[in-house]
């Protein structure tokens, strides 16, 4: 079975800085997907940045950034340029596509500091 | 833009009593989901749905559990005698089912079962 895993349940970054949230994942697929989600107070669940396996190019959306280490199973979030907004619970997800579930981390709290 | 809209926004029963969840997915889109989140954890999958039937279910998706899609537009999960740990947040969740493999969520339901 699929596994994704968040080991740092809390981080915290000064505003205008760089924080890089971690995320690894387990499968024997060679093809799938993976998202990172931003879920705000409100709880509504954002979609920040989406990679494809197949992809070696790693995934880039204004201020965010991923590190897709597909060897090493591992898929980080860099978040560049810190700002209020960004704090929020940030959850890692695994997809091998439609009419496949979605496979959530445990999700971190992203903090910033003004 | 297209979105997922769910009714109602926050829920609150009696344990022991029904409740219907409602969700509209986005009109093309071809495959449905039900999420969970309990307060602080992490995201869970329930269920998805296409082509009229359940594809796939977890184990939190006991009898007590039923998706339907009544009418071609609406997506409704029922739960028909609530537990207090049925408290949570469900999202609703659908994807076109084409290349681009991106789940839109809609904004929750926030259930309460005291």
């Known amino acids: 079975a699929q596994t994704v895993t968040q080991s740092q349940p809390e981080m915290s970054v000064q505003e205008a800085e760089t924080v890089t949230l971690s995320c690894t994942y387990d499968?024997?697929?060679?093809?799938?997907?993976l998202f990172w989600y931003k879920q705000p107070p409100s709880r509504q669940m954002i979609l920040v940045i989406r990679?494809?396996?197949?992809?070696?190019q790693n995934a880039t959306e204004n201020r965010f950034s991923v590190n897709f280490q597909k060897a090493a199973k591992s898929f980080s979030l860099k978040i560049s340029d810190s700002q209020l907004g960004d704090a929020a619970m940030y959850f890692c997800?695994?997809?091998?596509?439609?009419?496949?579930?979605?496979?959530f981390g445990k999700g971190i709290t992203l903090s910033v500091r003004p | 833009e297209p979105e997922v809209t769910q009714t109602p926004s926050h829920q609150v029963t009696q344990m022991g009593q029904e409740v219907i969840l409602r969700c509209v997915p986005i009109?093309?889109?071809?495959?449905f989901y039900w999420y969970r989140q309990i307060l602080g954890q992490k995201v869970e999958f329930l269920v998805s749905?296409?082509?009229?039937?359940?594809?796939?279910k977890s184990e939190i998706f006991d009898d007590q559990f039923s998706v339907e899609r009544p009418d071609g537009s609406n997506f409704t999960l029922k739960i028909r005698s609530t537990k207090l740990e049925d408290s949570a947040m469900y999202f609703c969740?659908?994807?076109?089912?084409?290349?681009?493999?991106?789940?839109?969520f809609g904004p929750g339901t926030r259930l309460t079962v005291l």
């Open positions: 990679q494809e396996a197949y992809k070696q």
């Open positions: 009109s093309n889109h071809l495959y």
């Open positions: 997800a695994y997809f091998t596509g439609a009419n496949s579930k979605l496979t």
């Open positions: 749905f296409y082509n009229n039937e359940i594809s796939e």
């Open positions: 969740a659908s994807i076109q089912g084409s290349s681009y493999n991106e789940q839109f």
């Open positions: 499968t024997s697929e060679s093809d799938y997907y």
